[in-house]
């Protein structure tokens, strides 16, 4: 009986520490969803006029811009 109660207990606790885990990394992943349009935004309104880009090299801007911002945050 013991033996069972304290497989019980120690898989609810691993289920608790789970779950703790998950809601960090969905708040972290919503974060950062809700925040690539105002990256976005930033990059087309400050970055890429300065720097004039061709069509074909924007995205190594955006990309580059979006790490840093990403480092920053997080």
Same mark, same amino acid.
């Given at each position: ?12 606790? *691993? ?5 703790? #885990? ?13 925040? #690539? ?6 990059? *087309? ?6 720097? =004039? #880009? =061709? ?6 801007? #955006? ?12």
């Amino acid at each position: 009986m013991f033996k069972l109660l304290l497989i019980k207990e120690f898989q609810r606790l *691993k289920e608790i520490e789970t779950n703790q #885990y998950n809601l960090e990394w969905n708040v972290k992943r919503i974060l950062t969803k809700t925040n #690539y349009q105002i990256h976005i935004d930033a990059i *087309k309104n400050h970055i890429i006029p300065i720097k =004039s #880009y =061709s069509n074909d090299k924007e995205w190594l801007v #955006y990309a580059e811009e979006a790490d840093l911002l990403n480092v920053a945050l997080f």
